[in-house]
């Protein structure tokens, strides 16, 4: 079901307060890229070992009070529809509301897992003025505070039940998603790689299935297809595309071994694009960009190369990702660009010898020693690659503290340098010997 946990609830009740306390500490740091806006809608939450991906509906709605209920409504159905888990929150401090109670009945009906977050109980009167929410029907009903985050730890402890743990398999097939805003060209793509019109959009207005799975064997390659485009029909509110298209991807990353991102050529890469792509960073997806619509460009010697830079630089630091230059109407490079993923989902999988990674990596290490910190100097000792489904790696030093993150960054440049790891996230870690 894609481990996403969706934060539903009329406005000012605190979801973003929430959301902030679930993801926020970790999401700060990517205000530092360019182009990354800070209204961030979704984010990376672990708890207990488990990950998964925290949706903030509210920062979807604008517009007029109408509006806002028609747009909070169709929220509430994609929600149930996307999510594996809801956190439906109301406010201690107002009581139950009409909208509370007809949300209420839509969540009630649907089939996911709810927990009633009863928000702003930081006092013990607060706490007797809660109790009225238990008239809504919710078994799982916690009482918290975000702003304090006092009873948030309870409430994870019974969401994270429901996420299921990553595992490390290798034997089943690579996953392969296309994702992107809409418009871009995702189902002339998909189109155009399975040979074959695909009919999404259903007859009834406001119709979902899930993202669509085709088994593609072709050329010697074989993989799943996930497939996210156009499944619904649009509907009469603009941010519901939105949120809905977002949903989609985001499930999309969570289901996939490699994002295929793609843009399109006239329009370049938007911020909404950098959300999802540091998405699919965080969660240790192979990811590959493909510039769509590129027959549409005028070209002279340099344009692609200077294309690519420019995308590049809006990456960094993590700019070591394939961009190809495709035209899905026209078939171009359609293919080249599935041989580029499938060598994404290698590097993504591969292993490299312990003895292998200390050879040379140590002889570097001491050509180019780390800083002194306080006029110590780390000393590392060792080199292994961790058992995770994604690489990672740990290097022994005698005092990790003392390694700076430009250190980090330089030990991943070798890494990426010498073994191939492109289009892959990769993480360093600093054990003590």
């Given at each position: 079901?894609?481990?996403?946990?969706?934060?539903?609830?009329?406005?000012?009740?605190?979801?973003?307060?929430?959301?902030?306390?679930?993801?926020?500490?970790r999401d700060a740091i990517t205000d530092d890229?360019?182009?990354?806006?800070?209204?961030?809608?979704?984010?990376?939450?672990?708890?207990?070992?488990?990950?998964?991906?925290?949706?903030?509906?509210?920062?979807?709605?604008?517009?007029?009070?109408?509006?806002?209920?028609?747009?909070?409504?169709?929220?509430?159905?994609?929600?149930?529809?996307?999510?594996?888990?809801?956190?439906?929150?109301?406010?201690?401090?107002?009581?139950?509301?009409?909208?509370?109670?007809?949300?209420?009945?839509?969540?009630?009906?649907?089939?996911?897992?709810?927990?009633?977050?009863?928000?702003?109980?930081?006092?013990?009167?607060?706490?007797?003025?809660?109790?009225?929410?238990?008239?809504?029907?919710?078994?799982?009903?916690?009482?918290?505070?975000?702003?304090?985050?006092?009873?948030?730890?309870?409430?994870?402890?019974?969401?994270?039940?429901?996420?299921?743990?990553?595992?490390?398999?290798?034997?089943?097939?690579?996953?392969?998603?296309?994702?992107?805003?809409?418009?871009?060209?995702?189902?002339?793509?998909?189109?155009?790689?399975?040979?074959?019109?695909?009919?999404?959009?259903?007859?009834?207005?406001?119709?979902?299935?899930?993202?669509?799975?085709?088994?593609?064997?072709?050329?010697?390659?074989?993989?799943?297809?996930?497939?996210?485009?156009?499944?619904?029909?649009?509907?009469?509110?603009?941010?519901?595309?939105?949120?809905?298209s977002v949903m989609r991807a985001i499930r999309?990353?969570?289901?996939?071994?490699?994002?295929?991102?793609?843009?399109?050529?006239?329009?370049?890469?938007?911020?909404?694009?950098?959300?999802?792509?540091?998405?699919?960073?965080?969660?240790?997806?192979?990811?590959?960009?493909?510039?769509?619509?590129?027959?549409?460009?005028?070209?002279?010697?340099?344009?692609?190369?200077?294309?690519?830079?420019?995308?590049?630089?809006?990456?960094?630091?993590?700019?070591?990702?394939?961009?190809?230059?495709?035209?899905?109407?026209?078939?171009?490079?359609?293919?080249?660009?599935?041989?580029?993923?499938?060598?994404?989902?290698?590097?993504?999988?591969?292993?490299?010898?312990?003895?292998?990674?200390?050879?040379?990596?140590?002889?570097?290490?001491?050509?180019?020693?780390?800083?002194?910190?306080?006029?110590?100097?780390?000393?590392?000792?060792?080199?292994?690659?961790?058992?995770?489904?994604?690489?990672?790696?740990?290097?022994?030093?005698?005092?990790?503290?003392?390694?700076?993150?430009?250190?980090?960054?330089?030990?991943?440049?070798?890494?990426?340098?010498?073994?191939?790891?492109?289009?892959?996230?990769?993480?360093?870690?600093?054990?003590?010997?």
């Open positions: 079901m894609g481990n996403i946990v969706a934060i539903v609830g009329r406005p000012n009740v605190g979801k973003s307060t929430l959301y902030n306390r679930l993801v926020g500490s890229f360019s182009g990354v806006t800070r209204d961030r809608k979704y984010g990376f939450c672990e708890w207990n070992g488990k990950r998964f991906t925290v949706v903030d509906t509210g920062g979807f709605v604008q517009g007029s009070e109408d509006v806002y209920e028609a747009a909070i409504r169709a929220q509430v159905r994609i929600a149930i529809e996307e999510a594996a888990v809801i956190l439906f929150m109301v406010d201690a401090q107002t009581g139950v509301t009409d909208l509370d109670e007809e949300m209420a009945r839509v969540l009630r009906r649907g089939n996911k897992p709810v927990y009633l977050v009863v928000n702003k109980v930081d006092t013990h009167k607060h706490l007797m003025e809660g109790n009225e929410f238990w008239s809504l029907g919710f078994e799982n009903t916690f009482f918290i505070a975000s702003i304090s985050g006092s009873g948030t730890g309870d409430l994870l402890d019974a969401v994270v039940e429901h996420i299921e743990k990553e595992e490390y398999f290798e034997t089943q097939l690579p996953k392969l998603a296309i994702i992107g805003r809409p418009n871009v060209g995702k189902s002339s793509l998909t189109n155009a790689l399975l040979g074959e019109e695909r009919n999404i959009v259903t007859a009834t207005a406001g119709t979902t299935r899930d993202p669509i799975h085709a088994h593609y064997n072709k050329f010697g390659k074989e993989f799943i297809l996930i497939d996210t485009a156009g499944i619904r029909k649009k509907t009469k509110v603009e941010e519901d595309l939105e949120f809905y999309a990353v969570e289901e996939a071994d490699v994002c295929l991102l793609v843009l399109d050529a006239t329009l370049g890469i938007e911020s909404q694009d950098l959300n999802i792509l540091r998405l699919a960073q965080k969660r240790h997806k192979g990811i590959v960009i493909l510039v769509n619509k590129w027959d549409l460009m005028e070209k002279s010697t340099n344009t692609a190369r200077d294309y690519e830079r420019a995308i590049k630089s809006r990456l960094a630091p993590f700019d070591d990702v394939p961009v190809m230059f495709i035209s899905a109407l026209e078939k171009q490079r359609i293919f080249q660009a599935v041989e580029v993923a499938m060598d994404v989902y290698a590097n993504r999988t591969r292993r490299v010898k312990t003895s292998d990674l200390n050879d040379i990596l140590i002889p570097i290490i001491e050509a180019t020693p780390p800083p002194s910190v306080h006029g110590r100097y780390p000393k590392f000792k060792y080199i292994t690659q961790l058992p995770t489904h994604y690489p990672s790696f740990a290097f022994f030093v005698n005092n990790p503290n003392y390694v700076r993150d430009s250190y980090v960054q330089f030990l991943e440049n070798q890494l990426r340098k010498h073994f191939n790891f492109t289009g892959v996230p990769i993480e360093v870690y600093m054990r003590s010997k």
